[in-house]
């Protein structure tokens, strides 16, 4: 394993706040890149989003900012925005999710950037993208989760529409900007060139309709709710148990027939209604009938090994207590433990993805706001007057002292 980070040597600007942009920049912080996060006077939006907190500090704001340094500048200050373009010289990514034209009509776009720095990666993440008819509308979760046709086709059947219970839309948004971050400095390390690349909640959420979007185009036929089955297989699902809930994923033939004799209903296997999987999805409601009377007989921890031994996909359904107790979640190390200057020990999510050669580290919490200012106001090139001057013009948050004494 080498002592060198996958990521080390990439300085990221990460002028976003709230959820998508600080978890996509988290991810990169997490592999090496050196993520300044740039605040506007009193910080990102995501520090009062609560409760909880913690001696002050919100548990949503660090969840998504660990491995970070803050700095605070206002960019509606000539001051700051002079003092954030010495940044941008030195950066390889700036990261940004605020409503499209906002930077550009401060004299910080794409092509004011590149012109200090032909070599930038400039990501933005909106609402609905930057074309469009609805461009210049602001965007949340919410809006782009009912947009995408994500709330028309997710809970139970028969009742009002229901979002997915985790902000999908911003995380995969995250995630598809991560994924073109990492294009692009692959493509600028063959040509050099920089670039901007930009995505949206409403294309990120849309993008995970694949079953739904499929059946769409070849049938014409809109998805409705199906509370946890599958659309195209079956059985697929939860299904009650004695004192809970289990899920079943007979995803082939092999796995149904499998399933069925481990729980002693092999004769469904030759029910003409049962016999593949068309026939199933087609009597969906029967199979579901024959199957809850059976499954209902026995507690979750009964039926899971029986269904183990017989190489039949399942498992309970935890609540979050159940999740981070649970021994394997605790072998992959996902949970992560970190101490911070305000909040003390704070457990957060590892990351998901394990490197073998240079494996993702967690070397710092959260900042608290505008815990580094001064040093990245160093390291943009501002002496101790400049400093001592846009702290007292208010362009720049104090160099605070933090301590949980």
Same mark, same amino acid.
């Given at each position: 394993? @080498?002592d060198?980070?996958?990521?080390e040597?990439?300085l990221?600007?990460?002028?976003s706040q709230?959820l998508a942009?600080?978890f996509c920049s988290m991810?990169?912080a997490?592999?090496g890149a050196?993520v300044? #996060?740039v ?5 990102d939006d995501?520090?009062r989003?609560?409760?909880p907190?913690?001696n002050?500090e919100? +548990?949503?704001f660090m ?8 700095v605070?500048?206002d960019?509606?200050?000539?001051a700051?925005?002079e003092?954030?373009k010495?940044?941008v010289?030195?950066?390889?990514v700036m ?5 499209p034209g906002?930077?550009e009509r401060q004299?910080?776009?794409?092509a004011d950037?590149k012109?200090?720095?032909p070599?930038l990666?400039?990501c ?5 993208g #930057?074309t469009?008819p ?9 809006v782009?989760q009912?947009m995408s ?9 028969d009742?009002?529409? @229901? #979002?997915v219970? +985790?902000?999908?839309?911003d995380?995969?948004?995250g995630m598809f ?7 692009a400095l ?5 040509t050099?060139?920089g670039?901007s ?11 995970y309709?694949? /079953?739904?979007?499929?059946v769409?185009?070849?049938?014409g036929q809109v $998805?409705?709710?199906?509370? @946890?089955?599958?659309r195209l297989i079956?059985?697929y699902?939860a ?9 079943i994923g007979? $995803?082939?033939?092999g796995? /149904?027939?499998?399933?069925a004799? $481990? ?8 029910d003409?209604r ?10 969906k409601a ?6 809850n009377?059976t499954?209902?007989?026995r507690t979750t921890a009964?039926?899971?090994p ?5 190489? +039949?996909?399942s ?5 979050m207590?159940? +999740?981070w107790s649970?021994?394997q979640v605790?072998a992959?190390?996902?949970?992560v433990t970190?101490?911070h200057?305000?909040?003390g020990?704070?457990?957060s999510?590892g ?7 240079t494996?993702?580290?967690y070397?710092?919490p959260a900042?608290?706001l505008?815990e580094?200012?001064?040093e990245?106001l160093?390291?943009?090139?501002c ?5 001592a ?6 362009v720049?948050g104090?160099? $605070?002292?933090?301590s949980?004494?």
């Open positions: 394993m @080498s060198r980070r996958a990521l040597g990439i990221v600007l990460d002028c709230i942009g600080p991810l990169l997490d592999m050196d300044i #996060k605040e506007k006077p009193g910080g995501t520090r989003i609560g409760p907190f913690i002050g919100s +548990v949503a969840a998504l900012n660990r491995n970070k340094r803050s605070v500048l960019f509606r200050d000539s700051g925005r003092v954030f010495r940044l010289q030195k950066a390889d990261l940004e999710n605020y409503r906002t930077l004299g910080l776009g794409y950037l012109a200090l720095n070599g990666i400039y933005s993440i909106s609402g609905f #930057k469009g609805y461009a210049t509308r602001g965007g949340f979760d919410l782009a009912g046709g994500l709330m028309s086709f997710n809970g139970m059947p009742q009002p529409p @229901s #979002k219970g +985790v902000p999908i839309a995380l995969n948004a900007a991560l994924y073109g971050i990492l294009t692959v493509h600028r390390l063959r050099g060139e670039q690349l930009e995505t949206s909640l409403l294309e990120s959420a849309l993008a309709t694949v /079953w739904e979007s499929a769409y185009f070849a049938t $998805a409705g709710p199906l509370g @946890s089955s599958h079956a059985p699902q299904f009650a148990t004695k004192d809970g809930w289990i899920n007979a $995803a082939n033939q796995n /149904w027939e499998r399933f004799t $481990a729980i002693g209903r092999a004769a469904l296997i030759q003409p049962f016999a593949d999987n068309s026939t199933r999805l087609l009597h029967e199979l579901e009938a024959e199957l009377a499954m209902s007989s009964e039926w899971l029986v269904l183990e031994t017989a190489g +039949v996909p498992g309970p359904i935890y609540d207590a159940r +999740v649970d021994p605790h992959r190390e996902m949970e970190l101490e200057s305000v909040a020990i704070v457990r999510i990351n998901p993805v394990k490197l073998c050669a494996p993702s580290r070397e710092g900042p608290a505008g580094q200012t001064d990245i160093r390291f943009a090139g002496s101790e007057a400049e400093i001057d846009l702290r007292k013009r208010g720049a104090p160099q $605070a002292r933090f949980r004494d």
